[in-house]
């Protein structure tokens, strides 16, 4: 059973900064590429950064510039390093398999960007 746990969301101010991290059960991270996906409301889930076991990454045009992708092998641990955060990053994030996630997700980690 994939087991991920999203943490370290929260409430900040336009152009403010955030770091999530996810926490991977088993050996999810040594045979995925992971990504972060997020969800506002309203509005369908997409993935915004992913990152291959080697550290290769990709992103959205949204959030290109901004976010950074990184992971932690020996923790199992996936981070999303989010700067100048804009009122349209506000969204439910979560961690997952990409492009193709697993069936089962996270609680994912509530980001609202407001002043």
């Known amino acids: 059973q994939v087991q991920l746990v999203e943490s370290g969301g929260g409430l900040v101010q336009p152009g403010g900064s955030l770091r999530l991290s996810c926490v991977a059960s088993?050996?999810?991270?040594?045979?995925?590429?992971m990504g972060w996906y997020r969800q506002a409301p309203g509005k369908q889930r997409e993935l915004v950064a992913s990152?291959?076991?080697?550290?290769?990454?990709n992103y959205a045009d949204s959030v290109k510039g901004r976010f950074t992708i990184s992971r932690d092998n020996a923790k199992n641990t996936v981070y999303l390093q989010m700067n100048s955060l804009k009122s349209e990053d506000t969204a439910v994030y979560y961690c997952?398999?990409?492009?193709?996630?697993?069936?089962?997700w996270g609680q994912g980690t509530q980001v609202t960007v407001s002043s």
């Open positions: 997952n398999a990409a492009p193709r996630p697993f069936g089962n």
């Open positions: 088993g050996t999810i991270l040594q045979s995925n590429v």
């Open positions: 990152i291959s076991w080697s550290g290769r990454t």
